[in-house]
């Protein structure tokens, strides 16, 4: 999802630091984050949007939109 990979890079962080700050596993960071997860589980992206201070419907929606683009 580009909406966490790009927040992450504007706030200095690597994967393995959102892991640390999310709790969410950094091989899953980068599966969302280049698409190999397509379907990322509720808790997931609550975490890494918690982590982030995203709003999670901002992520929700994209992931929606990524998923509907693709199909």
């Not at 892991?19 to 969302?32: D, F, N, Y």
Request: proline residues 4%; aromatic residues 8%.
């Amino acid at each position: 999802m580009k909406i966490i990979r790009e927040t992450r890079i504007r706030k200095e962080w690597t994967q393995l630091e959102l892991a640390k700050k999310s709790g969410v596993p950094q091989p899953t960071i980068s599966q969302i984050e280049n698409g190999y997860r397509k379907h990322p589980t509720y808790t997931n992206i609550k975490r890494i949007a918690t982590a982030l201070d995203i709003n999670i419907e901002e992520l929700t929606t994209e992931c929606i939109f990524e998923y509907s683009e693709k199909y």
